[in-house]
């Protein structure tokens, strides 16, 4: 079906996007369009879990920076997004967590009425097939399917062992914990994962290879979106730019859903007219609504990372190159086993470590030093292991602007990271701990020294703070810049209709008023699900009652 008239333009290829499209092209009667910036994602750096290392760097992803700024000691932090279909869900490590129950309680108090946990749950349900776990907190017919790794590195069990023994020693009780999104997140174990049989199932995988076979569903990848056309005040389509250079408008004749990710979603929102007035209004934007919100409340996770080498050369360092890319290979075409059926962030965990009833600290354990957290420098032709903290707080918070109304020009990222110091504090502890696991019995036996920090970092609160500011990288869980909400930043309600223009919608984690404490896949699928829902019955309602010419 080729036409430039469609029901529903969904902008973004990613976790949302893939599972809103899919949803909505359920009822044959409506048809729905699917716009991806960039390529497809029939690789097998995508399709096998373990290989998705590979993937970063390439034209799957896009690699921003944030303005430099004191409280990171000056340095420009890498803000790297998925470009492909299934975005980020592609390029992931696929661990499987919700966030915690006060997360979702907490958007509901301050004033997102209808997302408390108990709202959620039956949408996170909708979502999951676990093949494991089967319970009141668990789905088991959904989309996208959820399961334990088949294979699991040597070091992962120690690092389950040693985290319980540092918490021991520390006088702090650290449980083992065979589910994080179940009756409590906090303590130690195994990821689940979005695999099967050592296969991603990304929302791409999941939700639309199914449903692309329907005649009703049309997907176009690399063609970017240049704009949202807005008549009116009314989302009436969108500008798109393909492979070649041509320009085409495409009407949506019933709505425009933008999920294009917390750093691009608001920039098509101010290129589109939408955001702070005066703002646009000195890039020569025509104004279309005036949401000083769009942009704004920029949040994400933060990563210090704490290396140590190991004794013995049985870390990741090696594993693909040379023979051992044939090794792998084969092993997982032919059984779908080792090495590369595993995410590779196999084991991990969530600590309370100030004693306020919830876990600010996220553990990922990984057999190679620094990998995807920070700097390799010197340590990465060495052997290493990486219990990575990451703080799940996010007191921070900054703003994405637009550069120019030019939209091929990277948006500004004042990202703000550490500037709010509960979130230094809480990485401090995180550091901490992670240096007492790498010391515990289980660990320590298999190390020969502390790479990073390193000996000459001490335990002090002053100079782990200079550590964690010179060291510190995002997580890949950018949040909050098209806020759901009713205060006057609010820029989606909590329906996630953009305010003050109709038959528009915001469908990514931008919309989260404060980030979840976890990963952030999951939630998002979830938040998919929801909006998918709002669309049908909304769409109900206009055939029952349909407006006066």
């Not at 408390?116 to 979502?127: E, G, I, N, T, W």
């Not at 996010?394 to 120019?404: C, E, I, K, N």
């Not at 030019?406 to 995180?430: C, E, F």
Request: proline content about 4%; charged content about 25%; overall charge neutral.
């Amino acid at each position: 079906m080729e036409t430039n008239s469609y029901d529903y333009i969904v902008v973004g290829g990613g976790a949302a996007g893939c599972a809103v499209a899919a949803r909505l092209s359920e009822s044959p009667h409506r048809s729905v369009l699917l716009l991806e910036e960039g390529p497809h994602d029939r690789t097998m750096s995508i399709k096998a879990n373990g290989a998705y290392f590979r993937t970063m760097g390439t034209r799957r992803t896009i690699q921003y920076f944030t303005e430099t700024q004191s409280y990171t000691n000056n340095r420009p932090i890498q803000v790297m997004q998925a470009r492909t279909l299934g975005g980020g869900h592609s390029i992931n490590a696929m661990v499987y967590v919700r966030g915690q129950r006060e997360d979702y309680d907490g958007w509901n108090d301050d004033g997102c009425t209808g997302w408390r946990y108990s709202d959620v749950l039956p949408y996170f349900r909708k979502a999951e097939n676990n093949l494991r776990l089967r319970d009141e907190y668990h789905g088991n017919n959904g989309p996208l399917v959820i399961s334990d790794n088949s294979y699991r590195h040597e070091l992962s069990e120690s690092f389950v062992l040693a985290a319980r023994e540092a918490g021991r020693g520390c006088g702090i009780d650290v449980n083992e914990n065979a589910d994080f999104n179940g009756v409590t997140q906090a303590g130690v174990g195994y990821y689940q994962t979005s695999s099967r049989n050592g296969e991603r199932c990304s929302t791409a995988r999941g939700y639309l290879r199914s449903a692309q076979g329907r005649p009703n569903l049309v997907v176009r990848t690399d063609t970017q979106v240049l704009r949202i056309v807005i008549e009116n005040g009314r989302a009436t389509g969108v500008l798109i730019r393909d492979q070649r250079g041509v320009e085409t408008r495409i009407e949506a004749r019933e709505e425009v859903v933008v999920s294009a990710g917390a750093v691009i979603s608001p920039k098509l929102l101010m290129l589109s007219g939408i955001g702070n007035g005066r703002e646009l209004q000195d890039l020569g934007i025509p104004v279309s609504s005036d949401l000083p919100g769009v942009g704004k409340n920029y949040q994400d996770h933060l990563v210090a990372p704490v290396d140590g080498e190991l004794s013995r050369p049985i870390s990741l360092l090696g594993q693909d190159r040379g023979w051992n890319v044939l090794r792998h290979g084969l092993n997982w075409l032919m059984f779908r086993r080792g090495l590369l059926s595993s995410n590779l962030v196999e084991a991990g965990g969530f600590l309370d470590l100030d004693g306020d009833g919830r876990p600010e600290i996220q553990l990922h354990a990984l057999a190679m030093a620094s990998t995807a957290w920070g700097k390799l420098e010197a340590s990465n032709r060495i052997h290493g292991y990486s219990v990575a903290p990451c703080c799940l707080t996010s007191y921070s918070r900054g703003t994405v602007r637009l550069r120019s109304d030019d939209p091929a020009d990277s948006p500004v990222i004042i990202a703000n990271y550490l500037k709010d110091d509960r979130d230094v504090h809480n990485l401090i502890r995180g550091v901490r701990f992670a240096r007492q696991i790498l010391k515990a019995p289980s660990l320590a036996t298999q190390m020969t020294r502390e790479i990073m920090p390193g000996a000459d970092i001490g335990d002090d609160d002053a100079s782990l703070e200079q550590y964690v500011r010179n060291h510190v990288q995002m997580a890949f869980h950018v949040a909050g810049t098209c806020a759901m909400g009713s205060g006057v930043d609010a820029v989606v309600d909590t329906r996630l209709r953009v305010r003050g223009i109709e038959r528009l919608r915001v469908v990514d984690a931008s919309i989260m008023p404060t980030l979840v404490r976890g990963n952030t896949t999951a939630p998002v699928v979830m938040i998919a699900e929801r909006a998918a829902e709002f669309m049908h019955e909304e769409a109900a309602n206009r055939r029952a009652f349909p407006r006066a010419a």
